[in-house]
């Protein structure tokens, strides 16, 4: 009896040691866990202070090239007004010479027409004419040859073949206008005038090329985008150059635009009877 309880007691003994090493083994498991797992966030902390540092060194640098950036623009858009105000005065000063030379011309002009009464009426065809392209070559060289040239004959163009009365209801040069849907495109008319019935477009090109007659010819079925309260009325569109060839001439008239150019001491339609005839 005694010696079976001996036994069990050693068992027992046994058994509690192996419960008390196998809790030893988990809780050093757990304890090393804990401390890979402390390691882990030690080394996570790290990297986020380094990535933190990083951020704050790239946002400063970011904010530096911004800073840098907003210098540029400015010295840039000061750089800017200046040419713009250079370019103004040139242009200021273009004008003064460009009125001066017209002035000069017209003296000249009125004096040699004063001069030139008693010759034939054939010199002083040709004296018109030359007088008329010295005048458009100034104006062309300006930049200024549908203000001072083309837009002066327009109205007499209109009368004398559209049938429009003398006066236009609304005469427009170099107009700017917006696209009635489409806010954002916007477009330069060299001349417009606008009749009761009738809305005569000019595009005035001091070089002409079949290109521009192209464009132009584009450009027609859009006019109304821009303008529709006159979209009731007839487009008359007219393309003007100091000087047209023939095959310019006959190629604008197959796109059914009529050509304005100088034809002997004034500007007249070049193509108005093939038009009219092609209607």
Not at 71 to 81: A, H, T, V, Y
């Amino acid at each position: 009896m005694v010696q079976e309880v001996k036994e069990k007691v050693s068992s027992l003994e046994k058994t509690l040691e192996d419960f008390i090493r196998h809790t030893n083994l988990g809780f050093a498991k757990v304890q090393n866990a804990l401390i890979e797992q402390k390691q882990s966030m030690d080394d996570f902390k790290e990297e986020m202070r380094l990535a933190r540092e990083r951020s704050d060194k790239e946002m400063q640098k970011f904010k530096e090239e911004m800073r840098l950036a907003r210098e540029r623009s400015e010295k840039d858009m000061l750089e800017f007004k200046e040419e713009m105000r250079l370019a103004r005065e040139r242009s200021e000063k273009d004008m003064l010479e460009f009125k001066e030379e017209m002035r000069l011309a017209r003296e000249q002009s009125d004096k040699e027409m004063y001069f030139a009464q008693e010759r034939s009426d054939k010199e002083i065809q040709n004296f018109k004419v030359e007088m008329n392209k010295r005048w458009s070559e100034l104006a062309n060289r300006l930049g200024t040859l549908a203000e001072d040239f083309v837009a002066p004959n327009i109205p007499f163009i209109a009368q004398k073949y559209f049938q429009c009365p003398e006066e236009a209801e609304l005469f427009m040069v170099r107009c700017k206008k917006r696209h009635s849907k489409e806010k954002a495109k916007r477009r330069e008319f060299d001349i417009i005038a606008l009749y009761e019935d009738k809305v005569i477009l000019n595009e005035t090109k001091s070089t002409p090329r079949q290109q521009y007659i192209d464009t132009f010819a584009e450009f027609l079925p859009q006019f109304f985008e821009y303008f529709p309260e006159y979209s009731s009325r007839e487009l008359i569109p007219i393309f003007a150059s100091l000087y047209v060839d023939k095959q310019t001439v006959e190629y604008a008239t197959r796109k059914g635009i009529y050509v304005l150019a100088i034809k002997g001491d004034s500007m007249d339609l070049l193509n108005y009877s093939q038009l009219k005839d092609s209607a």
